[in-house]
């Protein structure tokens, strides 16, 4: 980096990163902006150069640096200079040393892979380079248009959302945290710590993170279909049994892998339509862990203060703060309700709820709480659909149970809705 004349803004805050500044950065006479706070440095603040004009903010939180008061760090030590560049000129000595031994392997290396790359080309991927490098602050305001209303997608409690276009012309989506907001510093890292370590089609893949410490955000896979909320609440979308089936089968999948799948299972506590995002083939990707938990060793359930959406919230979680698995499965029980009657939780007061609603007209009148658009009266398998719709809503009631121990696992959700997704393709 010494060499790197022209270097102006370098901000590698927020790293968990060790060691020591070298010195050498003092060469850098345009460095403006240089915050390496919350990592785990030690050692001497280089003193001379820009650093001379440089704000004690830029390395607070770390593990023992030293050097001048204005930095609002200690004193270093005057005897440890000298112990410090023989560590310095060893470790240098060491990596040439390594770096000699491992070149000529290294160009063998990448030569074989080369030739295999011409043999095999691979399908171009338009995310594969954001996947494998860091976006930037000031690439991420260049790709929304410096987070233009135009670009904005949707927002939430804790932030909102920006269509991006990096310049390879890969679409993002940018998660951007209200950091006024004490709860998001908690939600992005909550995000950053569940997100990054799953893998699952149906979950929103995240591509990397930018952090500062005026500035937080997660970089997203765009999907250009937009939430379920739009598909079913709009005039200008519809979606037929199979599509809804389809798609809800998706959000399944996602949830037996966080409860079942992970080394520690992990509940979303926020499950709703508008939580889920469908990509441009119409699969459904579960997306916002802001208030997800984790459970750990021998948890079941553990008690939170956070509360998620009205109306799709289990009894025990709004009364009493306790959330598990079985929490999810409610919350996909009132939510497959609502994609196939399309009608919102919140629509009902007093007494009658959802949930009710649509167990006083089961099995046999399922026609007066299902969504109206999906079938006709001159349709003739009209009947078969109503029983596959009366199928689908049992499964939902089931997943809705007031009591816990009583709701259906989402193992058992995935197989049974494809039990039903078959029966309606034989329709």
């Known amino acids: 980096m010494s060499n790197m004349i022209g270097l102006e803004y370098l901000d590698i805050s927020h790293n968990n990163i060790s060691g020591t500044i070298p010195m050498s950065l003092e060469k850098l ?117 410096s987070l233009s209303e135009s670009n904005l997608i949707g927002s939430g409690s804790f932030g909102s959302v920006y269509k991006g276009v990096l310049r390879s012309g890969a679409a993002i989506a940018v998660k951007v945290f209200n950091l006024q907001l004490e709860a998001a510093f908690k939600s ?102 802001g208030i997800s938990k984790l459970l750990g060793e021998d948890e079941t359930d553990l008690y939170t203060k956070t509360l998620a959406t009205f109306g799709y919230i289990a009894p025990e979680y709004g009364l009493d703060g306790l959330v598990s698995i079985k929490c999810d499965v409610y919350s996909y029980g009132i939510m497959l309700l609502e994609t196939f009657t399309r009608r919102k939780p919140s629509d009902f007061e007093g007494d009658l709820s959802l949930k009710q609603w649509v167990s006083y007209s089961l099995p046999k009148a399922v026609l007066n709480v299902m969504d109206a658009n999906l079938v006709t009266p001159m349709d003739n398998r009209l009947q078969k659909e109503l029983d596959i719709v009366a199928s689908i809503m049992k499964v939902a009631l089931d997943c809705c149970a007031e009591s816990p121990t009583r709701r259906t696992n989402m193992k058992d959700v995935v197989g049974m809705l494809q039990k039903i997704k078959i029966q309606l393709l034989a329709c």
């Open 29 to 145: 006479q345009n460095l403006k902006y240089f915050n390496v706070s919350v990592n785990k440095l030690h050692g001497e603040i280089p003193s001379e150069g820009p650093f001379k004009n440089l704000s004690s903010q830029f390395f607070i939180n770390n593990e023992a640096l030293c050097g001048w008061s204005r930095f609002n760090v200690r004193p270093c030590p005057t005897s440890s200079t000298h112990r410090s560049n023989r560590k310095k000129l060893l470790v240098l000595f060491l990596l040439l040393g390594i770096a000699l031994l491992c070149a000529p392997t290294t160009l063998v290396f990448v030569w074989i892979r080369y030739r295999r790359g011409k043999r095999s080309p691979q399908r171009a991927d338009s995310l594969s380079i954001t996947t494998t490098e860091r976006i930037s602050y000031y690439e991420l305001l260049q790709a929304t248009d």
């Open 188 to 289: 992005f890292d909550t995000e950053c710590e569940v997100l990054c370590s799953l893998r699952h089609r149906n979950l929103v893949k995240v591509i990397t993170s930018c952090s500062n410490l005026d500035f937080k955000a997660l970089v997203l896979e765009y999907m250009p279909n937009g939430s379920l909320d739009k598909y079913l609440y709009s005039h200008n979308y519809f979606l037929d049994i199979r599509q809804r089936l389809s798609i809800m089968i998706d959000v399944a999948c996602a949830l037996e892998y966080l409860h079942d799948g992970c080394s520690s299972p992990v509940i979303h506590c926020d499950l709703k339509p508008s939580n889920v995002l469908l990509d441009e083939d119409m699969v459904a990707h579960l997306s916002d862990f």
